[in-house]
DNA sequence: CTGGACCGC
DNA sequence: GCGGTCCAG
């Protein structure tokens, strides 16, 4: 047998090392996600200062391309979620309609909430970066959402018809050109379902940013930039009204959850869109 | 996966 | 009617 030639020890060799260290890095980058400021969308900030780091297991900070969030392992649900929203992410994906466990982002050794945790609990799986703000291909983007750790229990009354008309507002907000930044969660204590796995909270709030026809760089934010915030009760048979009725400033939120939005923006800026209610944009 | 329910526009 | 949120089987 005639010994390898030079050229076949490269054909062998190169592609072996190339896969080798494309292993290595692929493997320090999972474990070390990109920076927090570097994901669209957590432009504005970080407001628990969540990291990926299972010794802050009820701070954990989970980043994907269609959102980021806080995980709370102890409330079985998110603390915030954060998102950007554009034109661009609206299309026409169907609904996947599968919720899934998380199995990719959390440590193995956690709690992993399933689907059927919520079955006859009487709280809807409560989507905090919504199916539909996700509507773009690939699939993945709306499968993305169904990961329960985007999820609450929500009261079906809040969801389906304030919390959801909000939705449907901001989205026909995008489409007449704005760009969003937006940041939902829950607080309070309303009682707990699944044995104890999953904490109910007593209310949804949600902040959203909205900028300027056509922009999407958080240096044209100024004082003047609509935020609209509201905080929603969610309990079972609550009769509820419009959205509006639940407008509040951000800084009430920042008040109840200790959470610090707006971290990257202007001291200046962040005072200004914090105190105020705007008015509603257009649909 | 399908079919059925709700709601608001 | 439609499009959005779900549920149960």
Redo the contacts with the bound molecule.
Sequence with gaps: MPLPSKNQMISWILPLLVALIALIIYTTNSQKPDTANGNRNLRLGNPSTAVHDPAQPDNYLIERPQYVLSYNRDHGTPNWVSWRLTESDLGDVP?S???KSDTTMLPDEWYHVRTDD????G?????MC????R?APPEENNQATFLLTN?LP?A??N???AW??L??DS?SWVRKGHVLYVIAGGDGDNGTIADGKIQVPKYTWKIIVVMPVGESDITKITAETPVIAVRIPNNLNEK?G?WETYQVTVAKIESITGYHFFTNLSSEIQQSLKTKKDPVPAT
């Design positions: 609904r309609n599968v919720f919520y079955t006859g609990s709280y809807d799986r409560g989507h919504p199916s539909a703000d509507s999820i929500q079906p009354n969801n389906r018809e959801e008309q939705e449907s989205r509820f419009d």
